[in-house]
């Protein structure tokens, strides 16, 4: 059974920067793409990003496209989200969560599953 234990999250200033790990335990983690998405309050679940089985692909929402990197290693199960220059509307609880193989082209959150309890950011001034 996948467990995902989603870290990192915090209180920042806008411009500032944070790193969120998705620490992945229970399944053959290289066999699967892992998604970090976020949840604002009264808003839906938005793919942030995903990066595939092998590493190879990775693919971002327009919001945070040049702002914010996901990377995966290996040796430690582990997923990691760098988000710089956050802004307010970066504020939501991030999550992460697998799908097998590679991302997804619909980024819809129904395709993923085992979903990590998600980590709060927030980004205020």
């Known amino acids: 059974q996948p467990q995902l234990v989603e870290s990192g999250g915090g209180s920042v200033q806008p411009g500032g920067s944070l790193r969120l790990s998705c620490a992945a335990s229970?399944?053959?983690?290289?066999?699967?793409?892992i998604g970090w998405f976020r949840q604002a309050p009264g808003k839906e679940r938005e793919r942030v990003s995903c990066?595939?089985?092998?590493?190879?692909?990775?693919n971002y929402a327009d919001s945070v496209k040049g702002r914010f990197t996901i990377s995966r290693d290996k040796s430690k199960n582990t997923v990691y989200l760098q988000m710089n220059s956050l802004n307010v509307e970066d504020t939501a609880v991030y999550s992460c969560?697998?799908?097998?193989?590679?991302?997804?082209?619909?980024?819809?959150?129904?395709?993923?599953?085992?979903w990590g309890q998600g980590t709060q950011v927030t980004v205020s001034s």
């Open positions: 990066i595939s089985f092998d590493s190879g692909t990775t």
């Open positions: 969560a697998v799908t097998l193989g590679p991302c997804p082209v619909p980024t819809s959150y129904l395709y993923f599953s085992s």
């Open positions: 229970g399944f053959t983690f290289n066999y699967y793409a």
